[in-house]
C-alpha cells in the first residue's frame, strides 16, 4: 500500500485542484494499491570497512596503470541552514569509504551561524568554507564555487540532503568504467554520472525509491529523472554553469544543456550522437543519495516550489528551441513532468498549435520531420479485460518483454513513466510509424514492404504472414534500426485497442 502521511495528503490536495476529481480519483487508487516495499539497508560497520579496502586495492590499482584517481568537488550552496541539516550533510561526506574529495560550503547567511555550526563537526581537511558577500540565489551561490574547485568532478549536493557512505566510491568505479566482476566496460570515459536516490524523513525511514534508467533522452525531455546524484566533468561543469534564471530547476537545466553539448560534440566527430551519448553519461543503478523531506522541500510539498515546475518547463523549451525542433513543451498532470508537442511544416502552415492539435498520424509525422535522431514511433497498445483497458504492447525491452503490461488505462504506473515519452529498446509492429528513410530497412529484416495502414497511417499489419511472430520481427527490426544509430521514440499518447 501507497505510503499515507500528511505530506502526501498535501500532494493530492494539490494534484485534485489541478487536475479535477475524476483524474484524482484514479491516482489515489493507483498510489494506494501500491505494494511494493522498499527498505534501504545501511552498511554495517564490517562492510564499511570492506568497502574502505576495497577502495584502497582499486587506487592502488589504477596508479600501478598509470591512470589518474578521480577526485570530486561536492559544491553545497548554503543560506540560513538548519545546523543539523548541515552538520549531517558534512557528516555524510566525512564518512566517505573513497577519500579523493573536498567538499566546498558556499555560505550566504549575513551571520554566522553556518560557519558556526561548520566548526562543530568533527575536522576534516577536506571542508573548505567560502563566505559570499551576498546571496545570489542558489545558482550564483554554486557558481561562486567555480573558482575554488580542484577535482576532476564536481558533485552538486542540496544543503539538507545526505550522501550514502559508498557513493563517491562508486562513482569513482563508474567513471574509470569498472564492473563489479572487475572487467572494464566502457572505453570511453564518462563526463557525467548519475545515480538512483531515495527520500529520508530525516530519521529512520526511507521511502519512494527512485529507480531509474540508463540514460534514456526522452525520458529526460519528459521528467528531470536524473536527479541527484550527479558528478560533472570539471571542464564542462566549469563551461554551462548553473543558470540564475532557471532556479528551482537549475539540475535540470544544467543536464539538458550538458545533454545538448553532448549531441553537438558527437555530431562534429561522429555524424551520429546516440552512442557518444549514451557512453558519455553513465548510471549507477545503487542508491547513493538520501533526498531529505520537510515542509519547506520540493519533495515533501510540491506547492512549496511551484516556480520550479515553471521553470523546468522553460528549461525543456530552451532544450527543443536549441536543437532547431518546432516543439512546445507542455505540462502534463502531475508537477514536474511534461511532454514535447512537436508541429509539422503543415501544421504551421495550416496555423495548428495547441496539446492534442494533431490526429495520431501526423503528430508522428511532425516528430519525424523535426528528429533527424528518430528512426521509428512506437505507441501503446491495450487490450480489453473484464476490469477495463491494460496494456498489452508497445514498448518491449530486448528480451521481448513489455513495459508497463498489465497497467490500467486509468494508471501512470511507476513514477509516473507509463505516461511519459521515452526512448525504446524496441516498439511493437502492431503500432509502428517508420520513418521513409528507414523503410527499405524495414523491408530487409521483416520480410514485407512497409504498408501504411490508410486509417492511422502506422504499418499496416495485415501485411504480415498470418503465421508472422510479431514480438520476433518487432525486435529484429528494431535492432537494426538501433544498430543504424537511429532512436526509436514511444509515445505513449498513440494508442491502439485490440479486439
Given at each position: 500500500?501507497?505510503?499515507?502521511?500528511?505530506?502526501?495528503?498535501?500532494?493530492?490536495?494539490?494534484?485534485?485542484?489541478r487536475?479535477?476529481?475524476?483524474?484524482?480519483?484514479h491516482?489515489?487508487?493507483?498510489?494506494?494499491?501500491e505494494?511494493?516495499?522498499?527498505?534501504?539497508?545501511?552498511?554495517?560497520?564490517?562492510?564499511?570497512?570492506?568497502?574502505?579496502s576495497?577502495?584502497?586495492?582499486?587506487?592502488?590499482?589504477?596508479?600501478?596503470?598509470?591512470?589518474?584517481?578521480?577526485?570530486?568537488?561536492?559544491?553545497v550552496?548554503?543560506?540560513?541552514?538548519?545546523?543539523?541539516?548541515?552538520?549531517?550533510?558534512?557528516?555524510?561526506?566525512?564518512?566517505?569509504?573513497?577519500?579523493?574529495?573536498e567538499?566546498l560550503?558556499?555560505?550566504?547567511?549575513?551571520?554566522?551561524?553556518?560557519r558556526?555550526?561548520?566548526?562543530?563537526?568533527?575536522?576534516?581537511?577536506?571542508?573548505?568554507?567560502?563566505?559570499?558577500?551576498?546571496?545570489?540565489?542558489?545558482?550564483e551561490?554554486t557558481?561562486?564555487?567555480?573558482?575554488?574547485?580542484?577535482?576532476?568532478?564536481?558533485?552538486?549536493?542540496?544543503h539538507?540532503?545526505?550522501?550514502?557512505?559508498?557513493?563517491?566510491?562508486?562513482?569513482?568505479?563508474?567513471?574509470?568504467?569498472?564492473?563489479?566482476?572487475?572487467l572494464?566496460?566502457s572505453?570511453?570515459?564518462p563526463?557525467?554520472?548519475?545515480?538512483?536516490?531515495?527520500?529520508?524523513?530525516?530519521?529512520?525511514?526511507?521511502?519512494?525509491?527512485?529507480r531509474k534508467?540508463?540514460?534514456?533522452?526522452?525520458?529526460?525531455?519528459?521528467?528531470?529523472?536524473?536527479?541527484?546524484?550527479?558528478?560533472?566533468?570539471?571542464?564542462?561543469?566549469?563551461?554551462l554553469?548553473?543558470?540564475?534564471?532557471f532556479?528551482?530547476?537549475?539540475?535540470?537545466d544544467?543536464?539538458?544543456?550538458a545533454?545538448?553539448?553532448?549531441?553537438?560534440?558527437?555530431?562534429?566527430?561522429?555524424?551520429?550522437?546516440?552512442?557518444?551519448v549514451?557512453?558519455?553519461?553513465r548510471?549507477?543503478?545503487k542508491?547513493?543519495?538520501?533526498?531529505?523531506?520537510?515542509?519547506a522541500?520540493?519533495?515533501?510539498?510540491?506547492?512549496s516550489?511551484?516556480?520550479?515546475?515553471?521553470?523546468?518547463?522553460?528549461?525543456?523549451q530552451?532544450?527543443a528551441?536549441?536543437?532547431?525542433?518546432?516543439?512546445?513543451?507542455?505540462?502534463?498532470?502531475?508537477?514536474?513532468?511534461?511532454?514535447?508537442?512537436?508541429?509539422?511544416?503543415?501544421?504551421k502552415?495550416?496555423?495548428?498549435?495547441?496539446?492534442?492539435?494533431?490526429?495520431?498520424?501526423?503528430?508522428v509525422?511532425?516528430?519525424?520531420?523535426?528528429?533527424e535522431?528518430?528512426?521509428?514511433?512506437?505507441?501503446?497498445?491495450?487490450?480489453?479485460?473484464?476490469?477495463?483497458?491494460?496494456?498489452?504492447?508497445?514498448?518491449?525491452?530486448?528480451?521481448g518483454?513489455?513495459?508497463?503490461?498489465?497497467?490500467?488505462?486509468?494508471?501512470?504506473?511507476?513514477?509516473?513513466?507509463?505516461?511519459?515519452?521515452q526512448?525504446?529498446?524496441?516498439?511493437?509492429?502492431r503500432?509502428?510509424?517508420?520513418?521513409?528513410?528507414?523503410?527499405?530497412?524495414?523491408?530487409?529484416?521483416?520480410?514485407?514492404?512497409?504498408?501504411?495502414?490508410?486509417?492511422?497511417?502506422?504499418f499496416?499489419?495485415?501485411?504480415?504472414?498470418?503465421?508472422?511472430?510479431?514480438?520476433?520481427?518487432s525486435?529484429?527490426?528494431?535492432?537494426?534500426?538501433?544498430?543504424?544509430?537511429?532512436?526509436?521514440?514511444?509515445?505513449?499518447?498513440?494508442?491502439?485497442?485490440l479486439?
Open positions: 500500500m501507497g505510503k499515507f502521511s500528511i505530506a502526501n495528503l498535501r500532494k493530492l490536495i494539490y494534484y485534485l485542484r487536475n479535477g476529481l475524476r483524474s484524482t480519483f491516482a489515489a487508487k493507483e498510489r494506494l494499491g505494494t511494493e516495499k522498499y527498505e534501504y539497508h545501511e552498511l554495517s560497520a564490517q562492510e564499511r570497512e570492506e568497502l574502505t576495497q577502495a584502497e586495492e582499486m587506487v592502488a590499482k589504477w596508479k600501478a596503470k598509470g591512470q589518474s584517481v578521480p577526485k570530486f568537488s561536492i559544491l550552496p548554503a543560506y540560513r541552514t538548519n545546523p543539523v541539516f548541515l552538520k549531517e550533510l558534512v557528516a555524510s561526506v566525512c564518512d566517505q569509504v573513497y577519500p579523493y574529495w567538499l560550503i558556499l555560505d550566504a547567511t549575513e551571520d554566522d551561524s553556518v558556526k555550526a561548520l566548526s562543530e563537526c568533527d575536522g576534516d581537511a577536506g571542508i573548505r568554507y567560502v563566505h559570499l558577500p551576498f546571496n545570489g540565489g542558489i545558482s551561490n557558481n561562486a564555487g567555480i573558482s575554488y574547485v580542484t577535482g576532476d568532478y564536481v558533485g552538486l549536493l542540496d539538507d540532503d545526505i550522501l550514502t557512505p559508498d557513493a563517491l566510491y562508486e562513482m569513482a568505479m563508474a567513471i574509470r568504467g569498472e564492473t563489479k566482476d572487475g572494464e566496460g572505453l570511453r570515459t563526463l557525467v554520472v548519475y545515480s538512483d536516490e531515495d527520500k529520508w524523513d530525516g530519521a529512520k525511514e526511507y521511502y519512494d525509491l527512485n534508467e540508463d540514460f534514456n533522452l526522452d525520458l529526460l525531455l519528459s521528467n528531470n529523472y536524473v536527479c541527484h546524484f550527479l558528478v560533472m566533468e570539471r571542464e564542462l561543469f566549469c563551461k554553469k548553473l543558470r540564475k534564471d532556479d528551482g530547476a537549475q539540475d535540470y544544467l543536464i539538458l544543456r545533454t545538448a553539448e553532448l549531441i553537438t560534440r558527437a555530431k562534429s566527430s561522429w555524424g551520429s550522437e546516440v552512442e557518444m549514451q557512453q558519455s553519461i548510471h549507477v543503478p542508491v547513493l543519495y538520501h533526498w531529505r523531506c520537510h515542509k522541500s520540493t519533495a515533501e510539498n510540491p506547492g516550489k511551484a516556480y520550479a515546475y515553471e521553470a523546468g518547463k522553460r528549461a525543456l530552451d532544450f528551441d536549441g536543437q532547431g525542433w518546432n516543439a512546445k513543451a507542455q505540462d502534463l498532470k502531475h508537477l514536474g513532468f511534461y511532454r514535447l508537442d512537436y508541429l509539422s511544416e503543415k501544421a502552415e495550416a496555423g495548428a498549435a495547441g496539446e492534442g492539435s494533431a490526429a495520431p498520424g501526423e503528430a509525422l511532425a516528430i519525424l520531420e523535426n528528429r535522431d528518430v528512426g521509428a514511433v512506437g505507441g501503446k497498445i491495450y487490450q480489453k479485460t473484464g476490469g477495463g483497458n491494460v496494456v498489452a504492447g508497445g514498448r518491449m525491452a530486448e528480451d518483454s513489455v513495459y508497463y503490461e498489465g497497467l490500467k488505462e486509468e494508471f501512470s504506473g511507476y513514477l509516473h513513466r507509463g505516461v511519459l515519452t526512448d525504446a529498446e524496441a516498439v511493437d509492429l503500432c509502428i510509424y517508420v520513418s521513409k528513410k528507414n523503410r527499405s530497412l524495414f523491408q530487409k529484416t521483416v520480410g514485407v514492404p512497409y504498408v501504411t495502414d490508410k486509417a492511422t497511417g502506422a499496416d499489419v495485415k501485411a504480415l504472414p498470418a503465421d508472422a511472430d510479431l514480438r520476433s520481427l525486435l529484429r527490426f528494431c535492432k537494426a534500426l538501433r544498430e543504424e544509430g537511429q532512436r526509436i521514440l514511444w509515445d505513449p499518447n498513440i494508442t491502439k485497442y479486439s
